[in-house]
């Protein structure tokens, strides 16, 4: 498992991706844009609940991209429910795994958001309706595991203790990642997805010729999370 | 027109009646057409007169009759007379001594056809021991004689008449010999096959001689003393057959009259006796009072005098169930005559009704018209229980007009028609009771269709236009790189419209149509379901789910609801993780997200300055935990500790507050009894320097504790 997190690089491995979608358009769309960002990619695909599920036992794909709209076997009728399910399943037996949830209706995620915030791999929700190349790039976040959630879903800064204590020790110490995961007695991996979720509050990304950890810092000042 | 538009006629008039069931339709009117066969069969007449003779015992109270008197012989008197039959001498005294008071008709209610021994004659005297029988028998002829002579004189001379009675029907009875038949009535009455008295025969022919056509007693006093008045006896005008004083025909009774079925009448005019409804309708006057002057001239001057047998021992009695009495079946018979003539000479004179009755075809008209009306109940659009509230007092109403009716003096079919109409109504709410469970069923099949039509058509929006949509816009915008990276594309334009955005609204719009659908469905589907909660009318919790996913979504909606307050508060930590829910029914989990809601709740409506809110739910150890605890002042506090009372207003203000204290002190009565049903502890406590925790503690395991 820990080889999904050696994603750095990626230009040069070879990378492979689970794609989850019962339409064969948007299937097909997607991975097609997905090869042509990463040309040596690997991907397999599942139309149903069912299909995903046997699959995914045997793949460690470097992300998983599912569909929110599912059905449970071919030939029912595609809800919302099932695709929930079975995301919320994926998260918590695949807990390091990346995610990228494409939907057309990501509100609907809303309820299993605790579970989101306690999975530890990179975790991205795309709209269909969102460009391609926004897709692309979330999907590469992911693979970083960065975690990026739509505004919608971030207006009430809400975090965790475990986040805030973090951002405490780094700001008010000035310890490095290592020194905290000592502290709090996680892996340092741990601290890491800590960091990517406090970002993805702050509503803080990656962007050119800026320090993401200066970024938050400040923004965690502006927020009012520290003095 | 033709057949089929008359057919088309009746069936629209029938559609109309049973509010477009021909079940019912058919149903009632088969239960009208078996009260009506019934009838005709004769299968109501018991319960008919039974009717009619309640009707008339509770009519309300009438004057007694100030134009007949009876004169009694009672029980006592016979004992003074200390004989029986009474003797022709008495007799003799007490008429000449009654024609000195000239009343205007006597009638004699006892028969006299032959001479009446009296024994006492002889003992009268004791000189006279010695007398002989022939002698006695000799004496009481001749007191026969002078009673009949007095009779006779009474028909031609210029005094009283008197009418005096004869048997005509079976064996018969004569009455005294050489009195002119105009001054003889007979006094045979015609008994009901249940045995009572209702009818008063008025002409017949006698059976002996059946060419001798012969006016009844009653008849022949209501003749003599309305004569008086210048009113004579004639044939009806309407029914020849009926007999007539001046404008009022005495309606007559046949055989099948009213509730009558096959009654004999012996083909005669017959009256149904109105009863003169009061306890004592007539001036009584016993034979010892008479001859002791114990009486009021006025109670004999120009009125009718029955002389009749009230002595118990003479057996003199009808049965009649119509007139109030202590032993109600039982009247005396000269009562019973006295009732008939009244009942003639007051309706002639005061128009005091005669019972009448209608024609079988308004009865019928009237039965029918009855169930209906019954039926007419479908159109009742009221709930089912209204209906029947009305349907219960409404039952009375063919009762009250049957009784009204009778009143005004017509006899008409009370039962039979109250039966329709009670039968047909009671169908109607049968009916109403099982339309209603057909609608619910076929609401349920409409409502299960429905459903199945809006989740189709959701699923068909959501994988059709949605997705196409969707890719649509992601084409279009992925070739154009966006000018601005916040969602607002503007690149591609036509004639200055950006494209994108248009697409953006189609999508929203769409969407809109989609959440709505989806609530509809959810709504309705849930409604029905023990395992959804409501935390708004457009928000469902699914129960079902892991419990920190639902504590999470009611924390995620309170912040959505009250956004303004919530979005004031810098730091919010919130902590949801898996709960052991083994040993949490479905029912607490509802009542513990519910304390939840209300534990946020009272952050915003009692904590001030809020900057640091926590949120914890989640296990810890053996424990299930769930804990809100914030950082600001009490509003409460505040304001009782904001020193004096300055105005009336702090004041009123403070009482509010207090007022606020008490409730939310409801609120953590409701905690502990939550927390008592989960075994485990609720508790509010306040935090140094500032705010409030509010935490529910409870063991994983009931028995843990």
């Given at each position: 498992?820990?080889?999904?997190?050696?994603?750095?690089?990626?230009?040069?491995?070879?990378?492979?991706?689970?794609?989850?979608?019962?339409?064969?358009?948007?299937?097909?769309?997607?991975?097609?844009?997905?090869?042509?960002?990463?040309?040596?990619?690997?991907?397999?695909?599942?139309?149903?609940?069912?299909?995903?599920?046997?699959?995914?036992?045997?793949?460690?794909?470097?992300?998983?991209?599912?569909?929110?709209?599912?059905?449970?076997?071919?030939?029912?009728?595609?809800?919302?429910?099932?695709?929930?399910?079975?995301?919320?399943?994926?998260?918590?037996?695949?807990?390091?795994?990346?995610?990228?949830?494409?939907?057309?209706?990501?509100?609907?995620?809303?309820?299993?958001?605790?579970?989101?915030?306690?999975?530890?791999?990179?975790?991205?929700?795309?709209?269909?309706?969102?460009?391609?190349?926004?897709?692309?790039?979330?999907?590469?976040?992911?693979?970083?595991?960065?975690?990026?959630?739509?505004?919608?879903?971030?207006?009430?800064?809400?975090?965790?203790?475990?986040?805030?204590?973090?951002?405490?020790?780094?700001?008010?110490?000035?310890?490095?990642?290592?020194?905290?995961?000592?502290?709090?007695?996680?892996?340092?991996?741990?601290?890491?997805?800590?960091?990517?979720?406090?970002?993805?509050?702050?509503?803080?990304?990656?962007?050119?010729?800026?320090?993401?950890?200066?970024?938050?810092?400040?923004?965690?000042?502006?927020?009012?999370?520290?003095? | 027109?033709?057949?089929?538009?008359?057919?088309?006629?009746?069936?629209?008039?029938?559609?109309?009646?049973?509010?477009?069931?021909?079940?019912?339709?058919?149903?009632?009117?088969?239960?009208?057409?078996?009260?009506?066969?019934?009838?005709?069969?004769?299968?109501?007449?018991?319960?008919?007169?039974?009717?009619?003779?309640?009707?008339?015992?509770?009519?309300?109270?009438?004057?007694?009759?100030?134009?007949?008197?009876?004169?009694?012989?009672?029980?006592?008197?016979?004992?003074?007379?200390?004989?029986?039959?009474?003797?022709?001498?008495?007799?003799?005294?007490?008429?000449?001594?009654?024609?000195?008071?000239?009343?205007?008709?006597?009638?004699?209610?006892?028969?006299?056809?032959?001479?009446?021994?009296?024994?006492?004659?002889?003992?009268?005297?004791?000189?006279?021991?010695?007398?002989?029988?022939?002698?006695?028998?000799?004496?009481?002829?001749?007191?026969?004689?002078?009673?009949?002579?007095?009779?006779?004189?009474?028909?031609?001379?210029?005094?009283?008449?008197?009418?005096?009675?004869?048997?005509?029907?079976?064996?018969?009875?004569?009455?005294?010999?050489?009195?002119?038949?105009?001054?003889?009535?007979?006094?045979?009455?015609?008994?009901?096959?249940?045995?009572?008295?209702?009818?008063?025969?008025?002409?017949?022919?006698?059976?002996?001689?059946?060419?001798?056509?012969?006016?009844?007693?009653?008849?022949?006093?209501a003749k003599k003393y309305l004569a008086a008045e210048g009113i004579d006896l004639g044939n009806g005008l309407k029914d020849p057959i009926a007999m007539r004083f001046g404008q009022t025909e005495l309606f007559r009774i046949t055989a099948n009259s009213g509730g009558y079925h096959d009654q004999d009448t012996g083909n005669n005019a017959t009256l149904l006796v109105n009863f003169r409804h009061h306890q004592s309708?007539?001036?009584?006057?016993?034979?010892?009072?008479?001859?002791?002057?114990?009486?009021?001239?006025?109670?004999?001057?120009?009125?009718?005098?029955?002389?009749?047998?009230?002595?118990?021992?003479?057996?003199?009695?009808?049965?009649?169930?119509?007139?109030?009495?202590?032993?109600?079946?039982?009247?005396?018979?000269?009562?019973?005559?006295?009732?008939?003539?009244?009942?003639?000479?007051?309706?002639?004179?005061?128009?005091?009704?005669?019972?009448?009755?209608?024609?079988?075809?308004?009865?019928?008209?009237?039965?029918?018209?009855?169930?209906?009306?019954?039926?007419?109940?479908?159109?009742?659009?009221?709930?089912?229980?209204?209906?029947?509230?009305?349907?219960?007092?409404?039952?009375?109403?063919?009762?009250?007009?049957?009784?009204?009716?009778?009143?005004?003096?017509?006899?008409?079919?009370?039962?039979?028609?109250?039966?329709?109409?009670?039968?047909?109504?009671?169908?109607?709410?049968?009916?109403?009771?099982?339309?209603?469970?057909?609608?619910?069923?076929?609401?349920?099949?409409?409502?299960?269709?429905?459903?199945?039509?809006?989740?189709?058509?959701?699923?068909?929006?959501?994988?059709?236009?949605?997705?196409?949509?969707?890719?649509?816009?992601?084409?279009?915008?992925?070739?154009?790189?966006?000018?601005?990276?916040?969602?607002?594309?503007?690149?591609?334009?036509?004639?200055?419209?950006?494209?994108?955005?248009?697409?953006?609204?189609?999508?929203?719009?769409?969407?809109?149509?989609?959440?709505?659908?989806?609530?509809?469905?959810?709504?309705?589907?849930?409604?029905?379901?023990?395992?959804?909660?409501?935390?708004?009318?457009?928000?469902?919790?699914?129960?079902?789910?892991?419990?920190?996913?639902?504590?999470?979504?009611?924390?995620?909606?309170?912040?959505?609801?009250?956004?303004?307050?919530?979005?004031?508060?810098?730091?919010?930590?919130?902590?949801?993780?898996?709960?052991?829910?083994?040993?949490?029914?479905?029912?607490?989990?509802?009542?513990?997200?519910?304390?939840?809601?209300?534990?946020?709740?009272?952050?915003?409506?009692h904590a001030l300055d809020v900057t640091r809110l926590e949120v914890t739910c989640k296990q810890e150890g053996k424990q299930n935990v769930i804990r809100v605890s914030d950082n600001g002042s009490r509003t409460e506090m505040i304001a009782l500790a904001s020193g004096r009372a300055e105005s009336v207003d702090v004041l009123a203000e403070r009482a509010a507050r207090v007022q606020e204290i008490i409730r939310q002190?409801?609120?953590?009565?409701?905690?502990?009894?939550?927390?008592?049903?989960?075994?485990?502890?609720?508790?509010?406590?306040?935090?140094?320097?500032?705010?409030?925790?509010?935490?529910?503690?409870?063991?994983?395991?009931?028995?843990?504790?």
């Amino acid at each position: 498992m820990e080889n999904i997190l050696q994603s750095r690089g990626q230009q040069q491995q070879k990378q492979s991706f689970f794609l989850v979608d019962d339409h064969a358009a948007v299937l097909n769309g997607t991975a097609m844009s997905l090869k042509q960002e990463f040309p040596n990619a690997d991907v397999v695909t599942a139309k149903t609940a069912q299909e995903a599920r046997q699959k995914l036992k045997t793949l460690q794909p470097n992300v998983v991209i599912v569909d929110l709209s599912l059905p449970e076997k071919a030939g029912e009728t595609c809800r919302t429910e099932t695709g929930i399910s079975l995301l919320r399943e994926f998260l918590e037996t695949y807990s390091d795994y990346n995610f990228v949830v494409q939907s057309a209706n990501v509100a609907a995620l809303v309820r299993i958001k605790p579970t989101i915030d306690a999975h530890r791999g990179g975790f991205a929700l795309v709209d269909k309706g969102e460009p391609i190349a926004d897709m692309i790039k979330r999907v590469s976040w992911a693979m970083d595991g960065l975690v990026y959630t739509p505004p919608t879903m971030r207006k009430h800064l809400e975090i965790k203790s475990e986040w805030m204590q973090v951002l405490e020790l780094a700001v008010y110490e000035g310890l490095n990642d290592k020194a905290i995961a000592k502290h709090m007695n996680v892996a340092e991996r741990t601290v890491r997805n800590y960091w990517a979720k406090l970002q993805d509050v702050l509503g803080v990304y990656h962007e050119e010729g800026k320090i993401l950890r200066i970024q938050t810092e400040l923004r965690a000042r502006e927020e009012g999370l520290i003095d | 027109m033709n057949r089929t538009g008359w057919k088309r006629q009746l069936t629209g008039v029938l559609g109309f009646l049973g509010g477009g069931s021909s079940t019912l339709i058919l149903t009632s009117m088969g239960v009208v057409l078996m009260v009506c066969v019934a009838r005709l069969m004769g299968l109501w007449e018991g319960i008919e007169l039974q009717t009619l003779d309640l009707f008339l015992r509770y009519r309300p109270l009438e004057a007694p009759d100030e134009r007949i008197t009876i004169l009694e012989i009672t029980e006592n008197d016979l004992q003074d007379l200390d004989t029986y039959p009474v003797p022709d001498k008495t007799m003799v005294e007490l008429l000449e001594k009654l024609e000195s008071y000239e009343p205007r008709v006597i009638g004699l209610d006892i028969f006299r056809d032959f001479p009446v021994i009296d024994p006492l004659q002889t003992g009268v005297n004791s000189l006279e021991a010695d007398i002989a029988l022939d002698d006695i028998v000799e004496r009481s002829q001749n007191a026969y004689r002078e009673f009949t002579e007095l009779l006779k004189k009474s028909a031609d001379q210029d005094v009283t008449d008197i009418v005096v009675i004869e048997k005509i029907l079976g064996t018969p009875i004569s009455a005294p010999a050489g009195i002119s038949d105009d001054n003889i009535g007979f006094a045979d009455a015609l008994l009901d096959k249940d045995g009572f008295f209702r009818r008063s025969l008025l002409a017949s022919r006698s059976t002996a001689d059946p060419g001798n056509h012969r006016l009844s007693f009653t008849i022949q006093m209501a003749k003599k003393y309305l004569a008086a008045e210048g009113i004579d006896l004639g044939n009806g005008l309407k029914d020849p057959i009926a007999m007539r004083f001046g404008q009022t025909e005495l309606f007559r009774i046949t055989a099948n009259s009213g509730g009558y079925h096959d009654q004999d009448t012996g083909n005669n005019a017959t009256l149904l006796v109105n009863f003169r409804h009061h306890q004592s309708p007539f001036q009584r006057i016993s034979l010892s009072e008479f001859r002791a002057n114990e009486f009021s001239e006025e109670w004999v001057r120009d009125r009718i005098i029955l002389i009749g047998m009230t002595a118990e021992s003479t057996k003199d009695y009808v049965n009649s169930a119509a007139v109030i009495h202590t032993n109600p079946s039982l009247v005396q018979g000269v009562e019973f005559q006295a009732h008939a003539i009244s009942q003639i000479i007051n309706a002639v004179l005061e128009g005091r009704p005669i019972i009448k009755t209608w024609s079988h075809y308004w009865e019928y008209f009237w039965i029918v018209g009855s169930g209906i009306a019954g039926l007419s109940l479908i159109h009742l659009k009221r709930s089912i229980s209204t209906t029947a509230v009305v349907f219960i007092i409404s039952t009375s109403i063919p009762l009250i007009f049957a009784y009204g009716l009778l009143l005004a003096g017509f006899w008409i079919p009370a039962i039979p028609a109250w039966l329709s109409y009670f039968i047909n109504g009671s169908g109607v709410l049968l009916y109403r009771i099982y339309d209603y469970e057909k609608y619910e069923q076929s609401r349920k099949i409409r409502f299960d269709e429905r459903q199945r039509v809006l989740e189709s058509s959701y699923n068909a929006i959501h994988n059709g236009p949605l997705q196409t949509l969707k890719s649509l816009i992601r084409k279009v915008s992925s070739q154009q790189q966006p000018v601005k990276n916040n969602g607002v594309y503007s690149a591609v334009s036509i004639n200055g419209c950006s494209v994108i955005a248009d697409l953006h609204q189609i999508d929203k719009e769409l969407r809109n149509i989609y959440e709505f659908m989806q609530r509809e469905y959810l709504q309705r589907e849930y409604s029905a379901d023990q395992s959804q909660i409501y935390l708004t009318p457009n928000h469902v919790i699914e129960l079902n789910a892991p419990f920190h996913e639902l504590l999470y979504q009611v924390y995620h909606n309170k912040l959505q609801e009250s956004e303004d307050y919530f979005q004031g508060i810098k730091v919010k930590i919130s902590d949801f993780c898996p709960m052991n829910e083994d040993y949490i029914s479905i029912a607490h989990k509802e009542e513990t997200l519910r304390f939840f809601e209300e534990a946020l709740c009272n952050v915003e409506q009692h904590a001030l300055d809020v900057t640091r809110l926590e949120v914890t739910c989640k296990q810890e150890g053996k424990q299930n935990v769930i804990r809100v605890s914030d950082n600001g002042s009490r509003t409460e506090m505040i304001a009782l500790a904001s020193g004096r009372a300055e105005s009336v207003d702090v004041l009123a203000e403070r009482a509010a507050r207090v007022q606020e204290i008490i409730r939310q002190g409801d609120g953590s009565k409701q905690a502990k009894r939550l927390a008592k049903r989960l075994r485990g502890q609720f508790s509010r406590r306040t935090k140094f320097p500032n705010g409030t925790v509010c935490e529910l503690i409870w063991p994983v395991k009931p028995t843990a504790m």
